[in-house]
Structure formats: structure tokens, C-alpha cells
């Protein structure tokens, strides 16, 4: 894109706007799609080269819901230790549930499980193209809901371990270059 004069849209909306979104989903929006929301995050930094705070300008945008969340809560105490102990902060997450927008708008729709895909299927049948599994192998992820902090470590492992497959599937390559004349 070429920014030829300013407009009511500034750089900044223009690039959310034109970015490639990510949408992570589980049940409640507090436990494993929090986690996989920082950690997907991270490792899309890594791969372009960037901090996690400058993805949105850099044209990516990761998000979480769930099928069954409620708006607000926040994300569970174990999950939010899980992932300090790897430098990211959950400590400021807010459940949301899964919307018509959030469905429509993501390019890439991630489940922890099958019966989350069903699910959004069931609802959103047309969305089927950008479904997939985060365990390529058709594994469901395990739910910590109620476990220990190792309980969500290992969860958080087996997340972590299946986002790496995923980074080389997502199309980095399309991400939203803006020009401005100068």
C-alpha cells in the first residue's frame, strides 16, 4: 500500500486494519488461549524480528475467545504464573467470548480442541477453510482448568511445542508494507 496524502485513517489504523489476525480459541478464555495468545506472540516477533508490542504496526494481530467465556475475567492465576516464568505477561488478560467479528475478521482461526472447531463450525459453517487445530496431529490440548502450576507449564509446553509448526504455515510474507511519499 502507498499512502499518497493523510487521510481520516491514520498509518497506524491503516496497518490494523490491513493486518494478518489470528484468532486462538478455547472455552472460557482464561486458561489455554491466553497462553497460546503470548506465546504465538512471541514467537511471531521472534520470526520478523520485532518486539511483542510492535506486532500490531508490524500488520499482525493475535487474539483470544472462547466458545464459552464470559467478558472480563481475568486470565487464571496458575496460567499467569506459567507464563512469568517465561517472560510474558497474562497478568492484564480479559476473557471474551467468541463473536460474529472476531470470527469474521481473523484470517487464521487456531482451536485447542475438536469439539472447539465443531463448535464454531456449527455456528459459523463458512468459516471453515481458516479452522484448524493447533495440534496438527488432531490431538486435542490438555485443559489445566483446576491443576497446579506444573499442570499449566506442561500445557503451555505442548502448546509452545505445536506454535513452532505453525509459524511456518502462516503467510509472514503477506504482512501489510506501507509507503508514505516523502
Known sequence: MEILRPGVLSESALRRFASLI???????????????????????????????????????????????ATAGAAASPAAV??????????????????SDVLVRFADVILTMTRSHREAILSQWPDAADKIGLICRDGRDVDDPIGGDVADYESCALQIDGQLADWIGRLDLGSLPVIRTPV
Open 22 to 68: 489470528v484468532l486462538v480459541v478455547c472455552t472460557g478464555n482464561t486458561c489455554r488461549s491466553p497462553m497460546a495468545q503470548v506465546l504465538l506472540q512471541r514467537r511471531l516477533a521472534d520470526a520478523i524480528g520485532c518486539g511483542i508490542e510492535a506486532l500490531t504496526d508490524s500488520g499482525l494481530m493475535v487474539i483470544s475467545a472462547g466458545v464459552a
Open 81 to 98: 504464573e506459567a507464563m512469568l516464568a517465561r517472560g510474558l505477561d497474562l497478568s492484564h488478560h480479559e476473557s471474551r467470548p467468541l
